[in-house]
């Protein structure tokens, strides 16, 4: 079927919604065609423009709901429909994680080809707002004022539409973020704009200011500011720290860091402290980690402890085995698992994150952990071929996986337990039908909601070997 002889550019069509993507957009059909529309909720029978056409599909414009889903919910913030930050606003809670659930079990099925694996239900949060330690605020000056925000969705403009012009909407306001957060940059807004700092522009790469990063330690109020700049001299660098720590007391470490790298990527090569620590001290229960702005660290402080006792349960320690905790960032897994297993090995590619393990083993006098800095690709190959045999490997890779080298490694030391614990579920499905392929039976699928308001789900597994 051709969707372009059926339906044409600008053509309004009804469409009833079935189902959701991965990215969060409603999906129905029109004469059979598959219709992706955003901010649609399945169930809604809804009035949609076609915005675009291709072979097989087609998406559209939502124009007018005739029939309002059950789940459909009124969004909480002004700014939802134009904001790319969250994109399930417009739907009920509980249906949200329900989704998710279908979300991993459709990806198991047609991506691991695993139809067979149960899912459990979706972990979810009694109050699922303001959970963010972290922002990233785009910077912009319009009519001569400086702003802070997120960009609208698709575009590289902010949000502007608190009805005062020039005043971008979702920046000080998320309801994701943590309300210290969203004080925090408020204030630096305005600090900013008394000091007339000189923007960035993407479009000329020229000038000074790029990207404004706050990160908060929930346990100890601790917040850090990075300041993602160009290079070249700042001449009010020193001013703009002094007002800064006078008007929010919280901020322990002001760091600029300068970004001569190319778009996407969010920090550059050298950080320079400004004031305080180069780090913030955060507890994930009676541990404490130092955070540096290139470490990693899960961005919802609430959902933290359950996603890790998950990983604690499946890994099943009995205090004697080796556990290889592959993609560790600033160790908090493998700090997590020290007290129940004999050894633990992290490892991991970015310096400053096995740098503030090291120190967070240190700071919490656990003494059976060692780091190792490089790629897992490599690193699990070379300790296979070394002979090394753990009895639990822990698998926290980025949104893209693990990389072949790093499975072929798992089956070469026959690890007998597989802690999988994945932010993609397509990429989680694809390594987990890879791992059944190398002889692993998998036990229990739990998603846990690490990201509520947005279709991202993070996902724990336990895989065992079939043999053992
Ligand atoms: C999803 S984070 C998990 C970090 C940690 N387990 C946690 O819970 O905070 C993935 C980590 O893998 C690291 N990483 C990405 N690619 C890697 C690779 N090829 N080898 C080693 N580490 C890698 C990232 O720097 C990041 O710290």
């Not at 089956?411 to 990429?427: A, F, H, L, W």
Request: glycine content about 10%; hydrophobic content about 35%.
């Amino acid at each position: 079927m051709t969707a372009k002889l059926f339906l044409k550019k600008g053509e309004n069509v009804e469409v009833g919604i079935t189902g959701l993507t991965h990215d969060g957009d409603g999906v129905g059909r029109y004469l059979g065609i598959p219709v992706f529309v955003p901010l649609t909720v399945p169930g809604d029978k809804v009035l949609a423009e076609i915005s675009e056409v291709k072979k097989n599909f087609a998406r559209g414009r939502l124009k007018l709901i005739c029939t309002g889903s059950l789940w459909r919910r009124d969004p909480v913030c002004p700014a939802f429909t134009i904001c790319g930050g969250c994109r399930l606003q417009q739907m009920d809670y509980e249906e949200q994680l329900s989704r998710k659930t279908r979300m991993v079990k459709d990806s198991l099925t047609r991506i691991g080809h695993l139809p067979e694996v149960e899912v459990k239900e979706t972990i979810g949060m009694k109050y699922p707002w303001h959970y963010r330690n972290k922002a990233s605020y785009h910077v912009e000056e319009r009519q001569g004022k400086v702003s802070l925000g997120f960009y609208e969705k698709g575009t590289h403009r902010l949000v502007y539409n608190s009805g005062e012009e020039g005043v971008a909407r979702s920046g000080p306001e998320c309801l994701l973020v943590d309300k210290d957060i969203n004080k925090a940059a408020a204030v630096i807004e305005t600090i900013l704009n008394k000091h007339r700092v000189q923007v960035y522009n993407h479009r000329q790469r020229r000038g000074l200011l790029r990207q404004v990063i706050l990160r908060k330690a929930s346990a100890t109020g601790e917040c850090m500011a990075v300041f993602v700049t160009g290079p070249g001299e700042w001449p009010e660098e020193k001013d703009i720290a002094a007002d800064l720590s006078e008007q929010l007391p919280a901020l322990s470490s002001l760091i600029r860091n300068i970004h001569q790298g190319p778009e996407g990527i969010e920090l550059g090569l050298e950080n320079r402290l400004l004031t305080g620590q180069k780090y913030i001290t955060d507890y994930i229960e009676n541990l404490a980690f130092r955070i540096s702005p290139a470490s990693f660290y899960q961005v919802n402080p609430r959902q933290t402890p359950v996603l890790y006792h998950k990983a604690l349960e499946y890994a099943g320690l009995n205090g004697g085995e080796i556990v290889v905790d592959a993609y560790s960032g600033a160790g908090t897994i493998a700090l997590f698992l020290a007290g129940h297993a004999g050894m633990v090995y992290g490892l991991e590619v970015v310096p400053e994150a096995v740098e503030d393990a090291r120190e967070n083993a240190v700071l919490n006098g656990i003494k059976n952990v060692e780091f190792r800095r490089g790629e897992v690709e490599k690193l699990l190959p070379a300790m296979a071929s070394q002979g090394l045999h753990p009895g639990v490997v822990v698998l926290d890779p980025p949104r893209r996986g693990c990389g072949i080298a790093a499975l072929e490694a798992v089956e070469e030391m026959e690890t007998p337990r597989v802690v999988y614990v994945s932010c993609d579920p397509g990429t989680l499905a694809r390594d987990l039908g890879c791992l059944a392929g190398k002889g692993y039976r998998i036990e229990e699928v739990q998603p846990v909601e690490m990201f509520p308001w947005t279709p991202h789900v993070e996902t724990v597994c336990l895989m065992s070997r079939k043999d053992k």
